[in-house]
C-alpha cells in the first residue's frame, strides 16, 4: 500500500507564504516523480508541480515565480514553498505519484487565503 501524508496547510492572508510538506516511504521517494495538485471546490484537481526522479522541476503558469517543488531523499519527503499568495490559491493540495499507470494520493491539506 503507498502511503503519502501532506501536512503543512493553514489559514494565511494574501501575499504571505506558506510550505507544504509530504511524506512518503522510502521506496518511492528514490525512484519516481512526486506532484503537487491543488483542488479547489468544486473543481477538479489541477497539475502545479512536478519534481521528477532526476530532480528536475516544472511548474504551471499560474505559479510560476510563486511555487516552488523540492525534494529531500535522506528524509523521504517532497516540499511545495508558496510564496505571494493569492486568494485563488485556496484549495486542498494533494501530494500525488504514479506507479505503473495507477495515482495514489495523500489525504490533503488545506490551504486558505484571504484577501
Known amino acids: 500500500q503507498v502511503q503519502l501524508v501532506e501536512s503543512g496547510g493553514g489559514w494565511v492572508q494574501a501575499g504571505e507564504s506558506l510550505r507544504l510538506f509530504c511524506k512518503g516511504a522510502e521506496c518511492i521517494f528514490r525512484r519516481i516523480a512526486m506532484r503537487w495538485y491543488p483542488q479547489a471546490l468544486g473543481k477538479q484537481r489541477e497539475l502545479v508541480a512536478t519534481?521528477?526522479?532526476?530532480?528536475?522541476?516544472n511548474s504551471a503558469d499560474s505559479v510560476k515565480g510563486r511555487f516552488t517543488i523540492s525534494r529531500d531523499n535522506a528524509k523521504n519527503t517532497v516540499y511545495l514553498q508558496m510564496t505571494s499568495l493569492k486568494p485563488e490559491d485556496t484549495a486542498e493540495y494533494y501530494c500525488n505519484v504514479n506507479i505503473n499507470y495507477v495515482n495514489y494520493w495523500g489525504q490533503g491539506t488545506l490551504v486558505t487565503v484571504s484577501s
Open positions: 519534481n521528477t526522479r532526476a530532480g528536475s522541476t
